[in-house]
């Protein structure tokens, strides 16, 4: 029943689950340097606020070459190497659900998740972060670019929820843009959309979200998608459809790559 209901306590992830998940989406593995880094004490910061680099563990070694591998002495391969040695690593669009079905407590939520998120991705050298709001529309909270503690903070602060309806697609499109106009993004940076939203969009809409997903997977290399429900009556599934798009090349990972910020099951009407 409703009293029944309103009782349930919100489903948040453990601070163990939620670090896992920002390393697997940053792609640092089982770094255990995570925790300390993404802390909102930033203890490991330089003097301008930016996380110093972590130490990595990672399986695959081709997502981060050693730092004392000694290339050939000729112009050409020393070339080479200084150019991806300047790419960015990994750029991250964060898209926040505006809409009217998200309430203050829930987007109170999303801007806490943020802050710990985007330390998370700094610790990555060579990467960008971004906030994107979207409802109807988009608007770009924070442009996107290497992470700067004080302007990403004035840019959380600075937030006003939009209302409105909630097109994930436009704000994947959104988040496309962004990437296609960073200059430092080369084939191998790895390119992280992560949808804070509770997913109560039609079928249409649904429909038309995965189709943006998969043009984008095909028209720029290494796009991930994450999603991070938050609110009432969290559309899972749907949001996990998503994230796998209406192509081959993502499916199964939507049990993987979602997570419940901040869940209760009763729908908010």
């Not at 004490?41 to 981060?64: E, K, N």
């Not at 990994?90 to 898209?95: H, R």
């Not at 840019?155 to 106009?181: E, H, P, Q, W, Y």
């Not at 249409?204 to 720029?220: K, T």
Request: net charge negative.
């Amino acid at each position: 029943n409703l009293t029944t209901k309103a009782a349930e306590p919100w489903r948040k992830p453990s601070m163990f689950e939620l670090q896992a998940a920002l390393q697997d989406l940053a792609g640092r593995g089982s770094s255990s340097s995570a925790s300390s880094s993404s802390s909102s004490s930033c203890g490991s910061c330089s003097s301008d606020g930016t996380p110093s680099s972590p130490s990595y563990s990672v399986s695959d070694s081709s997502q981060h070459s050693s730092s004392t591998a000694v290339p050939a002495v000729t112009d050409g391969t020393v070339a080479a190497a200084a150019a991806t040695e300047a790419a960015d690593t990994l750029a991250v669009v964060f898209l926040v659900d505006g809409s009217g079905s998200v309430g203050e407590e829930d987007f109170s939520c999303m801007t806490e998740f943020l802050e710990t998120a985007g330390q998370a991705v700094a610790a990555v050298p060579n990467s960008k972060v971004s906030i994107v709001q979207f409802s109807n529309d988009t608007r770009v909270e924070v442009p996107l670019g290497a992470w700067k503690k004080a302007a990403f903070e004035a840019g959380i602060k600075n937030m006003v929820r939009m209302n409105g309806g909630t097109n994930i697609a436009t704000a994947v499109a959104k988040a496309g843009s962004l990437f296609k106009a960073c200059s430092s993004c080369g084939p191998s940076t790895r390119r992280v959309l992560v949808l804070l939203t509770d997913g109560r969009i039609d079928s249409y809409q649904a429909r038309e979200a995965g189709q943006m997903v998969a043009q984008l997977a095909d028209e720029q290399a290494n796009v991930g998608l994450w999603a991070f429900g938050v609110g009432r009556g969290v559309d899972a599934p749907e949001l996990m459809r998503i994230i796998e798009g209406p192509g081959a090349g993502a499916k199964g990972l939507g049990q993987e790559r979602y997570v419940e910020l901040c869940v209760r099951d009763d729908a908010p009407w």
